[in-house]
């Protein structure tokens, strides 16, 4: 479907100053063009599965987040229900998608489960979000997560966000993350907590979105 | 901007250097951050070919500027996003208040963004109307103060932490803590219900992707996830330089503006939102994004200063300009303090009278050295330095300028001016603090070099130097 939004006369007067802007040539003449390839000035990338969970595991330390590697999706499902005990968890945010819903098959007996279809208030009242991620880079220690099925707003308000991925989406660039995570509607990468920097421009590990994260990595590819 | 000049300029360095503990406060935040960017930079394999390789990203997406927006306008429309040109800022403002008006918005939260200080978005919608929140901490404390921003990506870090506490305390009725995680965590709850509640969602992007026609958000707070999920209208405000052609671009530009921003790896958080990603947990979300020109393409077709539209707005030239160290970002009038602010305020805000901002700057080249996409902002400067209209520059230098022209025009004028201005600069030492003196403003912070007994053509004939130039000339 395409609309047209406005009265065209906004379009055509940028688009033509543009085209007018182009003939002055103001930019062609002052920057020479580099070749390029911009992977030959980014960080190394780590080729083997063993390295990226090792730089993984060291990112995500540097970065104030919890990290749990498991073997299976059984260890990680019993992790979780051990964290939701231990944090006295009542009420949290999931992502509607069976790979989520797997790993809370362990959870105790009276844990809400707010899908976001329940909507905002439901969804702004819960201790924690559970997700699952498209993707991990092993370099910057982004964790790929798509928004799909309720994963956005779950993402958005959980004060502790918990997500779950497996060993073979963890890439060893982000351009390759961005690929393994493929295109959904939409993509968050989360890199640690939250920051805010606010007086004295100290950087303070809390804010709107979630002030602590934990991954689990599992290690099984089913 | 409401620094119209020179001297306003002067006059805001001056308070701020008389409150000591800000101006420290200010000046160890940037060595902070200027010594965690050099740890991030470490990182890279060659800093050098990154940044090449993001100034030539950018330049390709402003060299085909005119097919990147209309790609993008295909993909965004056809998802079903609703696109808004907008060739003014006040084109900008209408927009923006139509789109309130025909969504019924009663209140609407914000993020930080430069550009919708530049459009007067509050302003716009306060007078429909609409209560705005701001939802950046520092941001959102600024404008509990009423006072201007000191970086544009830190807003508030001239303030400390006691400082803080009293506005919360004062605006907010917030209990008084002088505690940074409690302030975050007690403005976390107080602005949750804005975003449960609010109609409409504001803010700035960092990116627009050509290919796949969504927006870029980069942040540290998780606010503009909040902003961009939970109200049942999105509005984006962009300028249409930030269209780049894919995503297969953001790798390497968000890990430059990780590097520069923060001294990090990446920002901590970065969503890539379209008319298509489900929101707003399942009811009707609309996106509207409101492209704005306002001055840009004019900026294209400057020959010196066109590279500045490929701005990631990192904020490390102004870390890194001793004039933004000394001065504060308070001075500059601006949401875009520091050189970039110098260049574009200008163009895009030239209402505010920024005319006199190419002055604050010791075109010493740090500020294009630092920039992760290699603008020459050095050579802008200078360029809008030649174009500016001799009144902005005050009588005083106008008149040194026109004498210096003559004096430099000839040789006989050369060897005469260099004796008078002997003559002028004991005079001028010994008159320092009198009225009498044009350049008292300027001598109360600088002493001048003391005076050597000779000239230096007078030093040379008096050397070897004169004889063995004269055996040389005779040789020839
Ligand atoms: S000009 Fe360069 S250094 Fe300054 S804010 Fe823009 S990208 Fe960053």
Known sequence: ?222 | MRNSSNADFEKAVADFQYDVASAQRHRDGLDRENWARTEARARFRDWGAARAAGAAIRDADLLHLERRLADFAARFESAGGRLHWAPSAGDAREALVRIAKEAGVRSCVRGLSSTLEEIGADEALGTSGVAVRHSQFGDMVNHLRGGRPSHMLHPAMHLSREEVGETLHAKMGSPTTSNPEEQVALVRKSLRESFLQADMGLAGASFLLAEEGKVALVEHEGNLRLIASMPRVFVVVAGIEKVTESVSDLPLLLQLVGASAGGTALPSGVSLIGPDTPRACGETAVMHLILVDNGRSLLLADTASAEALRCVKCGACADICPVYRMAGGRAYGSVLPGPIGAVLTRHLMPARGAQALPLATPLCGACGDVCPVGIDLHRALVSQRREMPPASRGWKVNAMLRLHERMMSSQARYNRGTRIVRILAVLADLTRKTSFNPLSDWMRHRTLPETPKKTFRGWWKSTAGATSSAARKDKA
């Open chain 1, 1 to 222: 479907m395409s609309r047209k939004s406005e009265p065209a006369d906004g379009r055509e007067i940028i688009m033509a100053r543009i085209r007018e802007a182009s003939k002055a040539a103001g930019l062609r003449a002052a920057t020479p063009m580099p070749a390029y390839d911009g992977r030959n000035g980014l960080p190394e990338p780590h080729a083997d599965r063993g390295g990226r969970i090792s730089a993984f595991a060291r990112r995500m330390e540097e970065l104030r987040t919890s990290f749990v590697l498991c073997d299976t999706l059984q260890d990680a499902a019993e992790g979780m229900a051990a964290l939701c005990e231990r944090a006295k968890w009542r009420r949290l945010g999931v992502q509607s998608s069976p790979f989520v819903g797997d790993v809370l098959a362990g959870l105790p007996g009276g844990v809400e489960r707010v899908t976001a279809d329940k909507g905002k208030s439901a969804l702004g009242a819960c201790e924690a979000g559970i997700v699952e991620c498209r993707a991990m880079d092993a370099q910057t220690g982004a964790v790929v997560v798509g928004a799909e099925n309720g994963a956005l707003e779950v993402s958005a308000c959980a004060p502790t966000l918990v997500v779950f991925g497996r060993a073979h989406r963890l890439a060893g660039s982000l351009d390759e993350a961005i690929r393994v995570a493929g295109s959904p509607g939409g993509l968050t990468l989360f890199t640690g907590p939250s920051m805010t920097y606010g007086a004295e421009r100290r950087p303070v590990a809390s804010g709107h979105g979630p002030t602590s994260l934990v991954i689990y990595l599992i290690l099984a590819e089913k």
